[in-house]
């Protein structure tokens, strides 16, 4: 039984502890598996673009807990939701905000419930931390044997949160970064199918705050220590990175900045 948690909460303060306290309370034989908690504060897509990263690689119906809440105590809905994903089907526990769109996408099919009985939650909630008091809980009956449908009535109008568009013109791609790592790698919305559609990947040209990188490259030891290169990540992104370096920084790149990719 396997809860795995991801949230924008840092590690200064208790509130990860907290929660890990109410889920082992209700599901003592949990394993309680902390993902980030390091999420820009307040950064929906951040997290958003997080979870399809790791959520497949854990066991089916390992539990999925996910807090990045800048509308908590308002009118937001509270969600679970049964994903049958690659490797099987998921739990995610969290609000619903747009967080878990992305991955969804990528679900063969999603099954969601508001959250709305009280008897699975703490006998008393705190409007400013519905981690602790619902969705830790929440995540704990999940795990412990509670059915999805349990928990509240079906909800089929999910909030989407939608990547930024993609533009496609002749022989070319057009994307923005979505996203920068730890290490100041840069991911953009261009996926390797869309890298596919325009031909021979050797003849490729990548171009980022004016400056042509080649083709995409395989793997980082592909160019020079301290030579910028783009490559698809793991998450099967186009990414652009420097050897060794943070791209971010060395290039001036933000969550924004334009990326082209042209035919040969």
């Not at 309680?32 to 089916?60: E, F, G, K, M």
């Not at 769109?101 to 099919?109: F, G, K, Q």
């Not at 989407?160 to 953009?188: K, M, T, Y």
């Not at 705050?209 to 992104?237: H, I, K, M, Y």
Request: hydrophobic share 50%; aromatic share 6%; charged share 15%.
């Amino acid at each position: 039984m396997v809860i795995t948690l991801l949230s924008d909460f840092g590690l200064r303060d208790a509130y990860v502890g907290a929660m890990k306290g109410v889920a082992l309370g209700i599901c003592p034989q949990a394993t309680l598996v902390d993902i980030c908690h390091s999420v820009p504060p307040q950064d929906v897509l951040a997290a958003a673009l997080l979870l399809p990263t790791y959520v497949p690689c854990y066991p089916p119906a390992s539990v999925h807990v996910a807090v990045v809440d800048p509308g908590v105590g308002s009118e937001r809905r509270g969600l679970a939701i049964a994903a049958s994903l690659d490797g099987g089907q998921q739990y995610l526990v969290g609000p619903d905000n747009g967080l878990f769109w992305p991955l969804l996408t990528r679900a063969a099919a999603f099954h969601a419930v508001e959250l709305a009985e009280p008897r699975f939650w703490r006998p008393q909630v705190a409007p400013t931390f519905h981690g602790r008091d619902i969705f830790a809980p929440v995540a704990a009956h999940l795990a412990g044997g509670v059915s999805l449908a349990a928990l509240g009535p079906p909800v089929t109008d999910l909030v989407r949160l939608e990547l930024p568009r993609l533009q496609r013109e002749p022989g070319a791609l057009v994307g923005v970064i979505v996203a920068i790592d730890h290490f100041g790698n840069c991911a953009s919305n261009i996926g390797a199918d869309e890298l596919a559609e325009l031909g021979d990947p050797a003849a490729l040209r990548v171009i980022v705050a004016g400056r042509e990188l080649g083709p995409p490259r395989r793997t980082f030891a592909d160019v020079a220590v301290g030579a910028p290169l783009a490559l698809c990540n793991s998450a099967g992104w186009l990414e652009v990175a420097v050897r060794d370096g943070d791209a971010a920084r060395e290039l001036g790149l933000r969550r924004g900045s334009a990326i082209r990719v042209l035919a040969g």
